[in-house]
């Protein structure tokens, strides 16, 4: 599975932005995937996973109410939307999958639970 993560930028305090997560490779409903941020300095952190069949959704608490993860099998994309940004939201967010199986039931929350990475798309949201 290869991942492109796409959609960064800047964005002022209160704004929003839509995170996309491309796959290629195939039975990618097999695959839970999760966004990840890290932030100059600090470690990579969760924010967010989706189950393969998408019916199964995680956050961190500190975008909970925020942020929405979702996914569409057709296009093989994973989305991460946020709303409501704050300034401790800038980091380079990353998306990631790991094989959860042909249930598609579950996600994961700790990073070394997954095996493959995106590249990462920068985020800066500003005062």
């Known amino acids: 599975v290869q991942l492109q993560a796409s959609g960064g930028g800047l964005v002022q305090v209160g704004g929003s932005l839509r995170l996309s997560c491309a796959a290629s490779g195939r039975a990618f409903s097999t695959y839970a995937v999760g966004w990840f941020r890290q932030a100059p300095g600090k470690e990579r952190d969760f924010v967010a996973a989706?189950?393969?069949?998408?019916?199964?959704?995680g956050y961190a608490d500190s975008v909970k109410g925020r942020f929405t993860i979702s996914r569409d099998s057709a296009k093989n994309t994973v989305y991460l939307q946020m709303n409501s940004l704050k300034s401790e939201d800038t980091a380079v967010y990353y998306c990631?999958?790991?094989?959860?199986?042909?249930?598609?039931?579950?996600?994961?929350?700790?990073?070394?639970?997954?095996?493959?990475w995106g590249q990462g798309t920068l985020v800066t949201v500003s005062s």
């Open positions: 990631a999958a790991a094989y959860s199986g042909y249930s598609g039931s579950y996600y994961y929350t700790d990073r070394k639970q997954y095996n493959y």
């Open positions: 989706i189950s393969g069949s998408g019916g199964s959704t």
